[in-house]
């Protein structure tokens, strides 16, 4: 009878906290100056600079605010990895990176569905900012952290029902 409480109440606290959470998502949108071959692939470029940058600081986030505390930490950063990569490749434009509410589309990443919705991004604009855009989630990491890029062997796995029952018999 206890393990059936505490597993009512740890997959009531696991409902909650999916309902509450999906409205805190960080997303990233990364808009090309314009859509000519050449500044559809810097932006590509740029968008796997920014991922190999930020994917790290990402990991150590634990909670929505902390990944923007991050972010606002890092823009400037951000800006000189795209200026840098803008400038090595030749592009005499350059980038602009800010954190702002913006509209997007409906997106299906995997099993999760993002609902058509105003989100908080990371938006970075190449110069003009008119071409075709990409965007991904950075916070949770749907599809920004990739199970390749992450270091394995530093992960820690935490079960919310071995803390519940280690919590109850202390």
């Known amino acids: 009878m206890l393990l059936v409480m505490i597993l009512s ?15 805190q998502y960080l997303r990233i949108h990364i808009r090309a100056n314009s859509n000519l071959t050449t500044d559809q692939n810097i932006k590509y470029k740029i968008k796997d600079e920014l991922v190999k940058y930020l994917t790290p600081l990402v990991v150590e986030c634990e909670s929505f605010d902390s990944v923007v505390d991050m972010v606002e930490t890092h823009k400037k950063d951000m800006e000189n990895i795209c200026d840098d990569i803008l400038n090595d490749n030749g592009f005499s ?13 409906t997106r ?13 991004a990371i938006i970075v604009e190449l110069g003009e900012a ?4 990409w965007w ?4 949770p ?5 990739e199970a390749k890029q992450l270091d394995t062997n530093n992960i820690v796995y935490k079960s919310k ?8 018999f202390d």
Do not use: H, W
């Open 136 to 139: 991904c989630v950075v916070y």
């Open 9 to 23: 109440a740890t997959m009531l606290c696991a409902c909650n906290n999916q309902s509450s959470r999906q409205e």
């Open 108 to 120: 299906a990443y995997g099993e999760y569905v993002l609902e058509s919705n105003f989100y908080d």
């Open 93 to 105: 434009y350059t980038s602009k990176v800010s954190l702002n509410e913006e509209y997007f589309p």
């Open 161 to 168: 029902l071995l803390e519940i029952i280690r919590k109850f």
């Open 141 to 145: 990491p749907l599809c920004f952290v």
């Open 130 to 133: 008119i071409g075709d855009n």
